[in-house]
């Protein structure tokens, strides 16, 4: 399947997981696309001084990776910057948090992977 960007779904959110600010989503796939066990699949834009708050991942895994910008994540309490290239993996019970911290923007590829039943 190809799918073009004019296609893809766009999505702001206000204080996501309590975080600061707005983020910004586009859904590169949805989860009725993907033949597998994903829930989300997507390009996040967190603009600087923005955040996503604290959350918890139960019963499944993201996986962030770094396109561009500067990042602070909060992972399990231990406090981390990220840059390009770099990846992050948060589940089962463990939580995490990310902030921009740089002067453009922090944007990410999300995937989130669900446990199978």
């Known amino acids: ?3 073009r960007e004019s296609e893809m ?3 702001i959110k206000e204080q996501m997981r309590g975080g600061k600010g707005h983020v910004e989503l586009k859904h590169i796939f949805t989860k009725d696309e993907v033949k597998g066990n994903v829930r989300l699949c997507a390009r996040i834009t967190i603009n600087p001084g923005n955040s996503i708050g604290v959350h918890k991942h139960e019963n499944e895994e993201e996986i ?3 396109i561009s910008g500067k990042g602070l994540i909060d992972d399990n309490g231990t406090k981390t910057e990220v840059n390009p290239g770099d990846a992050v993996l948060t589940g089962y019970g463990d939580y995490h948090s990310v902030e921009s911290i740089g002067s453009e923007p922090l944007v990410m590829l999300a995937v989130i992977i669900v446990e199978r039943k």
């Open 9 to 11: 779904i766009n999505e």
């Open 64 to 66: 962030f990776y770094i």
């Open 1 to 3: 399947m190809i799918k």
